[in-house]
């Protein structure tokens, strides 16, 4: 009963203050206006939702056309491919590794699909870009010779100076270049870049890359007004591909051009060379060359230098830092830019198709060309003093590979014929041919 009573008596209470003191019209109106208010904000609030959404929805399509997802290629996927049977080929079978393993995670790297013309300066041709400033170095023909230093500064020519007449066949094998530069030019390529395409059949990566960078870089203008390809990726991939493959490559043409009796020749020991005789032949070697080609002084200088280094006695911490940290670093930078130059949409076309077939063609002709004047010379020469025809393969310029696989096949044939010294005659002087003729090339083509 208490609590009804006290139930009545609030209702009562309220009833009264209620009648002694009315709500305006004015309050009522702005109570109205504040509902209103409220329904309007709810609204607001309810557009402003589906326009977030929206623009979430937007965020998530925009962040799905940048993924690679989005923007690869089957060209983007062929490349990928390539680079990993780049890989491959280094780990499983040890086919140059430290030159492989970089072009192949290049080529990884340079094919991983983006969007292009969206100002993201990523790819290797998109100026502002990492890759770009990286690449810069082999656009203008830094790289190469800083290579040769090191190549200099690990190189012995004693085996070269102890018998010289070796050096034609390092001179012979060269024959490669200039067919391939032949075939270029009937298959209609300028003259300048044909060059760049023979320089592959010197098997000299640093060489090739050097010399495409001056003449087929997409930079120079033509007579006609056009300007060159850049055929520097096609190139260089091509040239190291050939020089990882020798083992591959060559022995069938050595087997093929000579017979079991011409295998099992056994040549001279080579002659000591005294210290004088290693100290002034990279400095004779440097004055002689670069007189005949001073357009490939760049290399030549770099490769002679750093073989004075070696050789000098005096400088061994500068020829320590030329064979090892320096040409190492060179050797990350050049084969990591090399490989991302392969970009899809600049990589895959029909010229480097025919860049690959000629550069085939071109080594399989420079060693054959070795290994037949290798016989040739064994004509004028007495018994005593022939030339083991197989050391003719090593005049191409895959130091040191070339001169191994020499030494390898003149084993099946005779286990106790050691022609590892006798073929890094040929093989140095391969070296330097190739260098002269791209010196050669690049006078008369530029």
Same mark, same amino acid.
């Given at each position: 009963?208490?609590?009804?009573?006290?139930?009545?008596?609030?209702?009562?209470?309220?009833?009264?203050?209620?009648?002694?003191?009315?709500?305006?019209?004015?309050?009522?109106?702005?109570?109205?206006? %504040?509902?209103?208010?409220?329904?309007?904000?709810?609204?607001?609030?309810?557009?402003?939702?589906?326009?977030?959404?929206?623009?979430?929805?937007?965020?998530?399509?925009?962040?799905?056309?940048? %993924?690679?997802?989005?923007?690869?290629?089957?060209?983007?996927?062929?490349?990928?491919?390539?680079?990993?049977?780049?890989?491959?080929?280094?780990?499983?079978?040890?086919?140059?590794?430290?030159?492989?393993?970089?072009?192949?995670?290049?080529?990884?790297?340079?094919?991983?699909?983006?969007?292009?013309?969206?100002?993201?300066?990523?790819?290797?041709?998109?100026?502002?870009?990492?890759?770009? !400033?990286? !690449?810069?170095?082999? %656009?203008?023909?830094? !790289?190469?010779?800083?290579?040769?230093?090191?190549?200099?500064?690990?190189?012995?020519?004693?085996?070269?100076? +102890?018998?010289?007449?070796?050096?034609?066949?390092?001179?012979?094998?060269?024959?490669?270049?200039?067919?391939?530069?032949?075939?270029?030019?009937?298959?209609?390529?300028?003259?300048?870049?044909?060059?760049?395409?023979?320089?592959?059949?010197?098997?000299?990566?640093?060489?090739?890359?050097?010399?495409?960078?001056?003449?087929?870089?997409?930079?120079?203008?033509?007579?006609?007004?056009?300007?060159?390809?850049?055929?520097?990726?096609?190139?260089?991939?091509?040239?190291?591909?050939?020089?990882?493959?020798?083992?591959?490559?060559?022995?069938?043409?050595?087997?093929?051009?000579?017979?079991?009796?011409?295998?099992?020749?056994?040549?001279? +020991?080579?002659?000591?060379?005294?210290?004088?005789?290693?100290?002034?032949?990279?400095?004779?070697?440097?004055?002689?060359?670069?007189?005949?080609?001073?357009?490939?002084?760049?290399?030549?200088?770099?490769?002679?230098?750093?073989?004075?280094?070696?050789?000098?006695?005096?400088?061994?911490?500068?020829?320590?830092?030329?064979?090892?940290?320096?040409?190492?670093?060179?050797?990350?930078?050049?084969?990591?830019?090399?490989?991302?130059?392969?970009?899809?949409?600049?990589? *895959?076309?029909?010229?480097?198709?025919?860049?690959?077939?000629?550069?085939?063609?071109?080594?399989?002709?420079?060693?054959?060309?070795?290994?037949?004047?290798?016989?040739?010379?064994? *004509?004028?020469?007495?018994?005593?003093?022939?030339?083991?025809?197989?050391?003719?393969?090593?005049?191409?310029?895959?130091?040191?590979?070339?001169?191994?696989?020499?030494?390898?096949?003149?084993?099946?044939?005779?286990?106790?014929?050691?022609? *590892?010294?006798?073929?890094?005659?040929?093989?140095?002087?391969?070296?330097?041919? +190739?260098?002269?003729?791209?010196?050669?090339?690049?006078?008369?083509?530029?």
């Amino acid at each position: 009963m208490r609590k009804l009573i006290t139930v009545f008596g609030i209702i009562v209470i309220l009833g009264l203050i209620s009648f002694t003191f009315p709500v305006s019209t004015d309050k009522t109106e702005a109570a109205d206006n %504040t509902e209103l208010s409220i329904d309007q904000s709810e609204n607001q609030q309810s557009v402003s939702t589906e326009k977030n959404e929206s623009d979430a929805e937007k965020g998530i399509f925009r962040f799905l056309s940048y %993924t690679g997802f989005a923007n690869a290629t089957p060209g983007h996927f062929i490349m990928l491919a390539v680079g990993l049977f780049f890989i491959f080929l280094a780990i499983r079978f040890d086919y140059e590794p430290l030159l492989l393993i970089p072009i192949g995670v290049g080529i990884l790297i340079g094919n991983i699909p983006f969007m292009l013309d969206a100002g993201l300066k990523l790819g290797i041709y998109e100026s502002g870009s990492v890759l770009n !400033y990286l !690449y810069f170095g082999v %656009t203008a023909g830094i !790289y190469p010779p800083l290579i040769f230093l090191g190549i200099g500064a690990m190189t012995d020519f004693s085996s070269l100076i +102890s018998n010289p007449r070796l050096m034609l066949l390092g001179a012979a094998a060269q024959v490669g270049i200039f067919a391939t530069f032949i075939g270029a030019l009937i298959l209609g390529f300028h003259p300048a870049e044909a060059g760049a395409i023979g320089i592959i059949g010197g098997a000299d990566g640093p060489t090739a890359i050097f010399l495409s960078s001056k003449l087929a870089n997409g930079i120079n203008i033509l007579p006609d007004g056009t300007t060159v390809q850049n055929l520097i990726g096609p190139i260089a991939i091509a040239a190291y591909s050939y020089m990882a493959l020798v083992p591959v490559i060559q022995p069938p043409i050595m087997r093929f051009l000579t017979s079991k009796k011409e295998r099992k020749i056994r040549m001279k +020991s080579p002659r000591a060379v005294t210290k004088l005789e290693k100290i002034l032949f990279p400095i004779i070697g440097l004055l002689f060359t670069a007189f005949i080609s001073p357009s490939a002084l760049p290399l030549l200088g770099m490769l002679f230098f750093g073989n004075i280094l070696k050789e000098s006695g005096v400088t061994k911490r500068l020829a320590d830092t030329a064979r090892n940290s320096m040409i190492d670093i060179v050797t990350i930078l050049l084969g990591l830019t090399v490989g991302a130059s392969t970009q899809a949409d600049v990589f *895959l076309t029909d010229q480097s198709i025919l860049i690959f077939i000629l550069g085939a063609l071109s080594f399989m002709v420079a060693t054959a060309g070795g290994v037949i004047f290798a016989k040739v010379m064994n *004509l004028f020469l007495s018994a005593e003093n022939k030339i083991n025809p197989l050391i003719g393969a090593a005049g191409v310029s895959a130091v040191p590979d070339s001169a191994r696989v020499v030494h390898t096949e003149g084993l099946k044939n005779d286990p106790n014929n050691h022609l *590892l010294m006798h073929a890094m005659a040929p093989n140095v002087s391969g070296v330097i041919g +190739s260098a002269v003729a791209a010196g050669i090339l690049l006078s008369f083509l530029l």
